[in-house]
């Protein structure tokens, strides 16, 4: 408990976990009332899985058609989202469906969380980027990740690719959470390394941002009686320790043996109670930053966080410092001077986002170095995430990382 805190917590309807729970989706769907449902998914799940068509046909023992989506691709762009609205519509025939399914990673689920909103009505995704109206009903939606991971099965947000913007986008309300998360850490087992470093460093980041986040009570609602982000407090911090925690015992290990259950079991927790505390805290300089590298380079959600992760937590070593050093115990670190301890978290951190193949300088990712003002100015530009990093000059904190993080250039504030 802290006596300033603001709390505001959101959450999926319920959250469904353990092996092999997909086999309860088909009657809960169907006690829940629905019949006619779309169920979005990517090549990989229909053609290489038996988890679509098992699904299909055991929901239409309990009497629910399904439309099968499953055009979805990594980082879904608003083009694609409206080219899958006048898909699904056309294969709909003109019959409302009641509910939208997404299996897979945060792409796909972001994918389904758009068409929950466009599909009633066939309007572009374009305008929904702007904001949700009240009277924008969209369809309740089921959300089943694959990866362990981006969270979305709790976050009120659809993260896009807009060709006309140079970051990427959000439609966001919470009415976009999921009525269920059901996660299945199963379907994680055939993640191959690649994405299983992606996904969990996602996880790391979205515990740790939202961990040292702006505090609720000074956040910035911006008159918002339902927001979807409000900072953290002592409800959200309880799951992001946690989830620090699962990422440290077991992100190594699911990346270097994917057949390990119990650590595949772990990330799939870490991912859930990350997002558990993220989906209400919010983010801020790590993924703001990500955003406008995403938008430079077009490499993966995951590695664009990696690369900027050490660089931000130096910058937070005098706001966040006894946080950091909290962190820094779950690491195992001896935290007698105090400095030396976050130093060396930054750079165990950053051993780590190594040992899993992402590279860890701007230069690595081949970003130019004359580029860089305009990616401080793109990142400065998602004021969302912009404005919860808990330091007194965001622009000039930005421009450090920024630079620090061109060479790789880390601790040097903290006597390195
Ligand atoms: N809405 C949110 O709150 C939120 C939060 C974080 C990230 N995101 C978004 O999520 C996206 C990244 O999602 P991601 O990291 O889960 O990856 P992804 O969904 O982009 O998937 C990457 C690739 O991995 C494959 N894949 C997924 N699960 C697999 C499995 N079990 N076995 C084999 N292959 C599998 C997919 O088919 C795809 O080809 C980004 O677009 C990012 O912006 C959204």
Request: net charge negative.
């Amino acid at each position: 408990m802290r006596v300033d805190d603001l709390v505001y917590f959101c959450a999926p309807g319920r959250l469904i976990i353990g092996a092999g729970a997909r086999a309860q989706l088909p009657p809960l769907v169907a006690r829940l009332g629905y019949r006619r449902g779309v169920l979005v998914t990517d090549t990989f799940f229909s053609e290489k899985t038996p988890w679509v068509a098992e699904y299909v046909e055991a929901a239409r023992a309990f009497g629910i058609e399904t439309v099968v989506f499953d055009g979805g691709a990594p980082d879904p762009t608003t083009t694609l989202c409206d080219s899958a609205t006048a898909a699904v519509r056309g294969s709909l025939n003109g019959s409302a469906p009641d509910h939208v399914i997404a299996l897979g990673g945060g792409s796909n689920i972001d994918l389904a969380k758009v068409l929950c909103l466009t599909l009633p009505t066939g309007r572009p995704t374009r305008d929904f980027v702007k904001g949700i109206s009240s009277s924008d009903r969209p369809l309740p939606f089921i959300a089943m990740p694959t990866t362990a991971g981006t969270g979305s099965e709790a976050t009120p947000g659809a993260i896009l690719v807009d060709p006309e913007n140079a970051t990427k986008v959000a439609v966001m309300d919470n009415s976009l959470r999921p009525q269920v998360a059901l996660i299945d850490p199963e379907f994680t087992y055939t993640c191959p390394p690649n994405v299983t470093a992606d996904a969990g460093i996602d996880a790391f980041t979205h515990a740790i941002e939202s961990y040292l986040t702006l505090d609720s009570s000074k956040f910035d609602r911006a008159g918002s009686v339902d927001p979807g982000y409000s900072g953290r407090s002592s409800l959200t911090m309880i799951f992001a320790r946690e989830a620090i925690s699962l990422c440290a015992r077991y992100l190594k290990r699911a990346y270097d043996d994917g057949a390990d259950i119990e650590a595949r079991t772990g990330m799939c927790y870490a991912s859930i109670y990350a997002a558990l505390s993220y989906g209400s805290a919010g983010l801020n300089a790590v993924h703001g930053i990500a955003y406008a590298i995403a938008g430079a380079t077009h490499r993966s959600h995951g590695t664009s966080n990696a690369v900027m992760l050490p660089y931000v937590l130096e910058e937070l070593s005098e706001t966040r410092g006894d946080e950091l050093l909290d962190v820094a115990r779950i690491f195992c670190i001896n935290v007698v001077d105090h400095q030396q301890a976050i130093r060396e978290l930054c750079h165990r951190i950053r051993s780590l986002i190594e040992a899993i193949g992402i590279p860890t300088t701007l230069e690595d990712l081949g970003i130019e170095k004359a580029s860089l003002p305009l990616l401080i100015n793109d990142a400065l530009g998602v004021t969302r995430l912009a404005k919860a990093f808990p330091v007194p000059d965001t622009k000039a904190a930005y421009a450090r990382i920024l630079n620090n993080a061109y060479h790789g250039d880390l601790g040097k504030s903290l006597g390195a």
